[in-house]
């Protein structure tokens, strides 16, 4: 399986750092895992089969089994629609958190993590999509 952890442009270096501090364990799960770290003055160092990057778009979502993300609309919105196993993790720093209701409009059709949980949730057995999001009225809030 493949793993693609993605913040988008802002930093969400709590997030990454947990998943770096751990890749040992999500390597025993996942044979190739790419990190979007958005803008961050941390370095890490090269880990094997492992990619880091700054920003990057678009992403590579089709070639990914599972997604861990932010709560930005677009990436969870392009995950669903591939049809990926969704993980979100909402970044509780950012003034004026607008991803707060679009992540609970979605729970139907994302697993909603947290910090403290989000290392157990990726290495679970059973990692499929929760139900099927089609192009719809359903998107009109």
Do not use: C
């Not at 196993?85 to 697993?111: C, G, P, W």
């Amino acid at each position: 399986m493949k793993l693609l952890v993605t913040v988008g442009s802002t930093s969400f270096d709590l997030l990454i750092k947990k998943i770096v501090e751990n890749i040992h364990i999500l390597q025993k799960k996942f044979t190739k895992i790419f990190i979007q770290t958005g803008e961050t003055n941390e370095k890490f160092n090269k880990i094997e089969n492992v990619t880091i990057i700054n920003y990057k778009y678009p992403l590579p979502i089709d070639i990914y089994d599972v997604i861990l993300t932010h709560g930005g609309t677009g990436t969870i919105l392009e995950s669903l629609f591939a049809n990926k196993s969704t993980f979100v993790i909402i970044n509780e720093n950012l003034k004026h958190n607008h991803q707060s209701d679009f992540v609970k409009r979605m729970e139907a059709y994302i697993h909603v993590v947290s910090l403290q949980n989000v290392i157990e949730m990726l290495i679970q057995d059973n990692l499929v999509p929760k139900k099927k999001l089609q192009p719809s009225k359903e998107l009109l809030f």
